[in-house]
């Protein structure tokens, strides 16, 4: 019997003591980034000739260490300028904007050729806190929605940005909401949780 109370006595002591000096070998191997996203998915609105829309995406580390995200190129896409995003988020959170911009007539017109008229030239621009890049791509008028995949060590995850594309400005809605949806997150009893949506005048 006192064999026995020795014995739990001793694992006890070695677990303690293994704790004590090695607790970010333990924290290491149970404790990993997760990467969350929100919105998912922004709606853009309508976009003319000559007219840009943006939309904000929220990185969060849901887990405890580093966390290092890059952005992939959208399918279909070429691309125009800057450099691959590569980020190391600096805090608990980190952000991504999206631009869709449906290039001026005049510069429609200077890249048309007999084979796509009926095409228009979009430009999506992604940008962090330093660094963007921008991509390219014909799209017909109508609705559209682009796939954006972003890859990290606290997994991998698919954004969304739907937009419309018309052919002259009158033919959109006049008003346009950003972003079209909210996601509030967790609201603890007694907080108060706010966020911002920006309404413009399309018209």
Same mark, same amino acid.
Request: hydrophobic residues 40%; glycine residues 8%.
């Given at each position: +019997?006192?064999?026995?109370? /020795?014995?739990?006595?001793?694992v006890?002591?070695? /677990? ?13 191997e149970? /404790?990993s ?8 998915? =922004? %709606?853009?609105? %309508?976009?003319a ?12 580390? +849901?887990?405890?260490g580093?966390l ?5 190129k959208?399918e &279909?896409?070429r ?5 691959e995003?590569f980020?190391i +988020?600096p $805090? ?6 999206v #631009? =869709?911009?449906?290039?001026p007539?005049? #510069?429609?017109? !200077?890249?048309?050729s007999?084979?796509?008229? $009926?095409l228009h ?5 992604? #940008? &962090?806190?330093a ?10 008028e ?7 995949r972003?890859?990290?060590n &606290?997994?991998?995850?698919t954004?969304?940005? $739907?937009f419309?594309?018309? !052919?002259s !400005?009158?033919s959109?809605?006049l008003?346009n ?16 949780v706010?966020k911002?949506? +920006?309404?413009? %005048?399309?018209?």
């Amino acid at each position: +019997m006192l064999s026995e109370k /020795l014995r739990i006595v001793f694992v006890v002591i070695a /677990l303690a003591v293994f704790l004590l000096y090695s607790p970010q070998a333990f924290s290491t191997e149970y /404790l990993s980034p997760v990467l969350s996203i929100s919105p998912r998915e =922004v %709606n853009l609105g %309508n976009i003319a000739p000559g007219d840009a829309n943006s939309g904000l995406f929220t990185l969060k580390n +849901m887990g405890s260490g580093s966390l290092e995200w890059s952005v992939r190129k959208p399918e &279909g896409w070429r691309h125009r300028s800057g450099e691959e995003m590569f980020s190391i +988020m600096p $805090a608990k959170s980190d952000y991504l904007r999206v #631009e =869709v911009s449906s290039l001026p007539d005049e #510069e429609q017109l !200077a890249d048309e050729s007999s084979d796509d008229a $009926a095409l228009h030239l979009v430009e999506m621009k992604l #940008e &962090g806190e330093a660094q963007s890049v921008t991509f390219y791509k014909k799209l017909s008028e109508g609705m559209h929605k682009e796939a954006i995949r972003i890859s990290s060590n &606290g997994g991998d995850r698919t954004i969304f940005v $739907a937009f419309s594309i018309s !052919a002259s !400005a009158g033919s959109g809605s006049l008003i346009n909401l950003n972003p079209k949806r909210i996601d509030m997150g967790s609201v603890l009893p007694g907080k108060t949780v706010s966020k911002r949506i +920006m309404l413009t %005048n399309k018209g």
